[in-house]
């Protein structure tokens, strides 16, 4: 294996970015794949495509902007987040992702501590939300940006606030737009699910990576 190159059951990460890559089928087009996220969740569906990549932390403001829509706000972070490592990086695909949820015409973040946490989950209790998770592929040697947004929408169950109480210290899920796991005992809150990738409602839309990849040529069989 060419030095640089580090293999492990789960996945293949390459730490070198002007290294040309063929690796168990896979070609990369000289470029490094990287994902602009620190989050765990995003690079588990990640891994799930089987391809080298490292990650990045963007280090970006979430901060909605006045009057602007949910899905504006996840669309313009999820690019900043992948403009945010693209210096260090002249010569890769940079992957931004971002999820704003949207409940009664207001945005709903991460509520980052358990009283926030109790108060998203009142208010989405016996309602639809819809999460919109924006996806941003940059190259940077061209310069050239896709980006896209998936829809999902969850409705929750009618929960007491018992019920939301013993669930928020099982899982405690303080860094999740809508205080809610779906890939884990969150998806016992909710009724009901629909939506364009159910992997988008964990926090990257690997529908979407696959088919922007392909626009640049990335081979994934």
């Not at 087009?29 to 996220?37: C, G, H, Q």
């Not at 403001?61 to 006045?66: A, G, K, Q, R």
């Amino acid at each position: 294996m060419k030095q640089g190159l580090v293999a492990s059951k789960a996945s293949l990460f390459i730490n070198h970015p002007l290294l040309s890559v063929n690796v168990k089928g896979f070609v990369l087009n000289t470029r490094l794949l990287v994902l602009a996220s620190t989050s765990p969740y995003r690079s588990e569906l990640l891994k799930r495509l089987q391809i080298p990549f490292t990650t990045a932390s963007p280090n970006v403001d979430e901060t909605p902007l006045p009057d602007e829509t949910a899905r504006a706000t996840s669309m313009r972070l999820a690019q900043e987040k992948a403009l945010a490592v693209a210096a260090a990086y002249p010569d890769a695909l940079i992957i931004g992702s971002d999820q704003v949820a949207l409940l009664d015409g207001l945005q709903i973040g991460k509520p980052l501590n358990h009283d926030n946490a109790v108060r998203q989950l009142r208010a989405m209790r016996g309602k639809t939300t819809c999460f919109y998770t924006a996806l941003t592929l940059l190259n940077t040697r061209s310069g050239h940006m896709q980006t896209e947004v998936a829809e999902n929408y969850v409705t929750l169950r009618n929960l007491d606030d018992a019920e939301i109480e013993g669930y928020l210290l099982k899982e405690q899920p303080y860094h999740c737009a809508g205080s809610a796991k779906s890939e884990g005992l969150g998806i016992a809150l909710m009724s009901n699910m629909s939506g364009d990738d159910p992997n988008a409602l964990i926090g990257l839309p690997l529908i979407l990576l696959t088919d922007m990849l392909r626009r640049e040529n990335v081979q994934l069989f």
